[in-house]
Each structure stands twice: as C-alpha cells, then as structure tokens.
C-alpha cells in the first residue's frame, strides 16, 4: 500500500531554514510526480510546489517562489523540501502528496500524515 | 494566479442528498478533484477526473462540472460524512500551478 512518511518539522527562528524530508514506499516512486501541499492552523490547503518523476520540471506557489526549493532522490525514494528566509505566515502542517501521473497532468491522490513546521521567535 | 470559490458552510439532514460547489475560471479547462479531510487527519481524494472514484470511495460520492463550475454531490449523507471538503485544479491563469478552494465544512444534522 501506499506509504508517505514526513519528517523534519519543528520550531524556526523567523529568517531561519529547514529541510523537510517526504519517504515513499509502496509505489515506483520514480514515476510519479510529487507535490507538497500546506495547511495553516484552522485554515484550508494551500498548495506549495511539484516536481516531475524525473525532477527535470519544478513548480512553485508564488508565496514561496525563491524561497522553497522543492526536489527528489529517486535512488532513496524520497522528496524534499528546503525552506529557507522562513517567515511567521509559512506556520503550517506539510503535507508531501503523489500525483496520480508522472509529469503532473493530473491531481494529488496519496498524501501523508503531515510534519508541523513552526515560524516564531 | 486562478482561485476556486466555495461555500464556507453546508448542512444536510441525515440520508439526505447534498452538493457542495466549487466555482473558478480554471473549471472550464480543468476537471476539479475533491478531497474529504476529518479532523487532525490528512486529506482524502474521494473525486477525480470527470467523475472518478478512487477505490474504496462509496459510491454516494459523485462530481460533476458545468461551465465554471464543479459539483461534488453526497447521495445520501452520512453521519461519517461530517468534514471539510477541498476542490482542486490546475491553474489556468499560464502559471503550471495548482490551486484549492478555500474549503466546505459539511454538517450532518
């Protein structure tokens, strides 16, 4: 069965970094697209980056284009997000999603339990 | 970037029929997907595609789409149907993003 398994949340100094980690089983994850999704508490699902099966295409939500830097280690079947210049409105649960297709034509179908990433000083 | 609107709130009478909308520019390119999320769970695709189950997903559950607007459509609610409910699409606006409505919370009376 489908398994994705966050981790690398917790508590950043405004302006800080923090890389999430996304480990995947249960699929060829090599052929699926990736997403990461976010949700602020009590708010609804923002979506925040994609990548292709094959990494060659990455695209991000304009509230973190140049900041986030979403990628995958296909060999380690494992996504990856790197935040960095973190700020208080980047306070969200993280979801990493798989996309029903490769190259991203399609919608998040699996997601995980999600890692709590906190922005404050 | 596109955005996809819906309604904040929703009720339905228990065995009653609901529809939950999602209205955006995007929904006349793109086919909506819908998501159930419970409580401190993570999201659930329940609709896809045109109108696609995945398996395991009642099929009281059903989507539809006209124009610039999406319908999501609980034939016969059920109490464990109580959540919020998510549209998605891709943006059309030329931006290769994604976009999700800002949420339904279902109430089953």
């Known amino acids: 069965q489908v398994q994705l398994v966050e981790s690398g949340g917790g508590v950043v100094q405004p302006g800080g970094s923090l890389r999430l980690s996304c480990a995947a089983s249960?699929?060829?994850?090599?052929?699926?697209?990736m997403h990461w999704v976010r949700q602020a508490p009590g708010k609804g699902l923002e979506w925040v980056a994609f990548i292709r099966y094959d990494g060659s295409n990455k695209y991000y939500a304009d509230s973190v284009k140049g900041r986030f830097t979403i990628s995958r280690d296909n060999s380690k079947n494992t996504l990856y997000l790197q935040m960095n210049s973190l700020r208080a409105e980047d306070t969200a649960v993280y979801y990493c999603?798989?996309?029903?297709?490769?190259?991203?034509?399609?919608?998040?179908?699996?997601w995980g339990q999600g890692t709590l990433v906190t922005v404050s000083s | 970037s596109s955005e996809l609107t819906q309604d904040p709130a929703v009720s339905v009478a228990l065995g009653q029929t609901v529809r939950i909308t999602c209205q955006g520019d995007s929904l006349r390119s793109y086919y909506a997907s819908w998501y159930q999320q419970k409580p401190g769970q993570a999201p659930v695709l329940v609709i896809y595609?045109?109108?696609n189950r995945p398996s395991g997903i009642p099929d009281r559950f059903s989507g539809s789409s006209s124009g610039n607007t999406a319908s999501l459509t609980i034939t016969g609610a059920q109490a464990e149907d109580e959540a919020d409910y998510y549209c998605n699409s891709r943006d059309s606006s030329g931006n290769r993003d994604w976009v999700f409505g800002g949420g339904t919370k279902l109430t089953v009376l």
């Open positions: 999603a798989k996309d029903m297709s490769g190259s991203g034509g399609s919608c998040p179908d699996y």
């Open positions: 595609g045109k109108n």
């Open positions: 249960g699929f060829t994850f090599s052929s699926y697209g």
